[in-house]
Structures are given as C-alpha cells and as structure tokens.
C-alpha cells in the first residue's frame, strides 16, 4: 500500500446514481469510505486527499496497486533494517555455537557443567570455516525469515479481527474488483462536510459513512 497514475475519475459526480451517502442515526462515524472501480482512480484521489492534509486515511485494494504508497505519502518502512540485524544475529549464533562445541575449553555453568567437544576426529581443524557455512547459512536464513514475518504482523497490528471497513456490506467488493479510499474521524482535518465534499469532488462510485 505503498508516483501517481493521472487519474480517470477525477470529475465531481452529480447524479445520486454514482453517489451515495449513507445517513445513520448515530452522531458518531468512525469514517466516510469512498469506492472507486479502477487503480488510476483511487491512486489520483489519494494524492489529492494527501495534498488536502489528511493524514489518518487508508486504501483498501483487491491486489496491490503500482505507485499508490507513494501517493499516500506512506514512509518506507524499518521492516529491512530489523530482518537484517535478525539476519546477523543468526550468523553470529552459529558461529559462536560451531567454535563452542569445536574447541572452547570454558566451561559454562547451566545447572549442570557445559564443555564444548575438543576431540579431534580424523585429523579435522577445530575451527574449520568451509564447515562452518552450512549452519550459518541456515541460521541467518532461518531468523531473518522469522523476524520478518514476526514484526511484519506486530507492524501492521495483524491479526486484526475486526474492522470498521469490513463491516459495511456495501464494501463487500473490496477485495473482488473495488478500491475503497477511507478517512477515520480521528483525523485533525475531519469535518463531516469538508470531508464529504471533498471525497465528492473525487468522483467515486459511492460514499459509505462507516460506523465503529
């Protein structure tokens, strides 16, 4: 979700058959959702929703969208910086773990004595770097991996069992062939007129006042 397409609904929609805005009883909105049925439409209407100052706002696409991070403004990411020092701190587990067991003769008190293995089989080097790769090949790989997935999820705040947006029925496209544009209340800039008539201009397919 991370440039922008010139867009192909950019034109303010008139007729309520293209727009329309659910009213609920309830004061309280957790957001107004604009749908649009192509990527240059919702790649357009979030740079001009970036450019109005909003900040609290999401795209919701069926499959990711070339450019749109860079509409919405969205930062790259710590995400490489963390896997690689995961990565590292593999490498040096198995290096430390490989010349422990090969030929360290400190011994480590865990509840019981720990020596590391200091024979020499068939004339093998105690630390020899060619057997050495293998394991830290593997391990790199293997926490590099698990880091990424692991603060992949904590990042994005997944799982998430619940959404404002996934309750709507009137979005259920979102994840066949609709591109949804969603501004959270909480935003400064939030004002349920301004913010309508803006998403209006946009020219979506329709406003969703979503509830929380």
Request: hydrophobic share 45%; glycine share 6%.
């Amino acid at each position: 979700m991370n440039g922008s397409t010139p867009g192909t609904a950019t034109q303010a929609a008139t007729s309520p058959d293209t727009v329309m805005v659910d009213s609920h009883s309830k004061a309280e909105v957790w957001g107004l959702a604009a749908q649009f049925s192509t990527p240059a439409g919702i790649s357009e209407a979030a740079k001009k929703v970036r450019e109005a100052g909003y900040r609290w706002f999401d795209c919701h696409v069926p499959f990711p969208v070339h450019g749109l991070d860079k509409a919405m403004g969205v930062p790259y990411t710590v995400l490489p910086v963390i896997v690689f020092f995961g990565g590292l701190t593999g490498l040096c587990l198995a290096i430390f773990l490989q010349v422990f067991t090969n030929s360290l003769e400190v011994d480590i008190w865990a509840i019981v004595s720990v020596v590391g293995y200091q024979f020499e089989v068939s004339g093998k080097p105690l630390i020899s770097t060619p057997a050495f790769v293998p394991v830290a090949f593997e391990l790199t790989v293997l926490l590099a991996a698990l880091t990424c997935v692991s603060f992949m999820l904590f990042l994005n705040k997944l799982p998430c069992l619940y959404h404002p947006v996934l309750k709507s029925p009137k979005l259920k496209r979102i994840t066949d062939d609709r591109f949804v544009l969603v501004i959270e209340a909480r935003d400064p800039e939030f004002a349920r007129s301004t913010t309508e008539a803006l998403l209006e201009s946009l020219g979506p397919e329709r406003i969703v006042e979503l509830e929380p």
